[in-house]
Protein backbone atom coordinates (compact mmCIF):
# COMPACT_ATOMS: atom_id res chain seq x y z
CA UNK A 1 0.00 0.00 0.00
CA UNK A 2 1.05 3.13 -0.93
CA UNK A 3 1.01 6.49 1.23
CA UNK A 4 -1.94 8.71 1.26
CA UNK A 5 -2.52 12.35 2.46
CA UNK A 6 -5.75 14.00 3.01
CA UNK A 7 -7.49 15.75 5.75
CA UNK A 8 -9.75 14.09 8.40
CA UNK A 9 -13.50 14.11 7.79
CA UNK A 10 -14.97 12.26 10.60
CA UNK A 11 -13.32 11.00 14.55
CA UNK A 12 -16.64 9.84 15.85
CA UNK A 13 -15.46 6.03 16.34
CA UNK A 14 -13.09 4.62 18.80
CA UNK A 15 -9.61 4.84 17.63
CA UNK A 16 -10.44 5.31 13.68
CA UNK A 17 -10.68 8.18 11.28
CA UNK A 18 -12.06 8.48 8.03
CA UNK A 19 -9.43 10.53 5.70
CA UNK A 20 -10.55 12.15 2.55
CA UNK A 21 -8.34 12.67 -0.46
CA UNK A 22 -8.25 14.30 -3.06
CA UNK A 23 -7.05 13.72 -6.59
CA UNK A 24 -6.50 15.44 -10.28
CA UNK A 25 -7.02 13.54 -13.23
CA UNK A 26 -7.09 14.81 -16.84
CA UNK A 27 -10.21 14.22 -18.59
CA UNK A 28 -9.58 14.07 -22.31
CA UNK A 29 -13.25 14.56 -23.95
CA UNK A 30 -13.46 18.03 -21.55
CA UNK A 31 -9.71 18.63 -21.56
CA UNK A 32 -9.29 19.89 -18.17
CA UNK A 33 -8.73 18.57 -15.17
CA UNK A 34 -11.05 16.75 -12.87
CA UNK A 35 -11.31 16.72 -8.67
CA UNK A 36 -11.96 13.13 -7.44
CA UNK A 37 -12.22 12.21 -3.38
CA UNK A 38 -11.24 9.14 -1.91
CA UNK A 39 -12.55 8.45 1.52
CA UNK A 40 -10.23 5.54 3.48
CA UNK A 41 -10.41 4.79 7.51
CA UNK A 42 -7.19 4.93 9.18
CA UNK A 43 -6.38 4.31 12.79
CA UNK A 44 -5.44 6.43 15.37
CA UNK A 45 -4.48 4.48 18.89
CA UNK A 46 -4.68 7.49 21.05
CA UNK A 47 -7.86 9.59 19.01
CA UNK A 48 -5.70 12.27 19.01
CA UNK A 49 -7.01 13.80 15.43
CA UNK A 50 -9.57 16.20 15.07
CA UNK A 51 -11.77 16.98 12.00
CA UNK A 52 -9.84 19.66 9.72
CA UNK A 53 -6.71 17.99 10.37
CA UNK A 54 -4.34 17.08 7.50
CA UNK A 55 -2.62 13.45 8.06
CA UNK A 56 -0.21 11.68 5.99
CA UNK A 57 -1.19 7.81 6.61
CA UNK A 58 -1.45 4.25 5.22
CA UNK A 59 -5.05 2.83 4.45
CA UNK A 60 -6.68 0.13 6.29
CA UNK A 61 -8.47 -2.29 4.09
CA UNK A 62 -11.94 -0.39 3.99
CA UNK A 63 -12.77 1.94 1.30
CA UNK A 64 -15.78 4.18 1.23
Not at 2 to 14: A, L
Not at 37 to 45: G, I, L, P, R, V
Request: hydrophobic letters at 40%; aromatic letters at 14%.
Amino acid sequence: MKQVVGMVVSNKMQKSVVVAVDRLFYHKLYNRYIKRTSKFMAHDEHSQCNIGDRVCTYPFLFKF
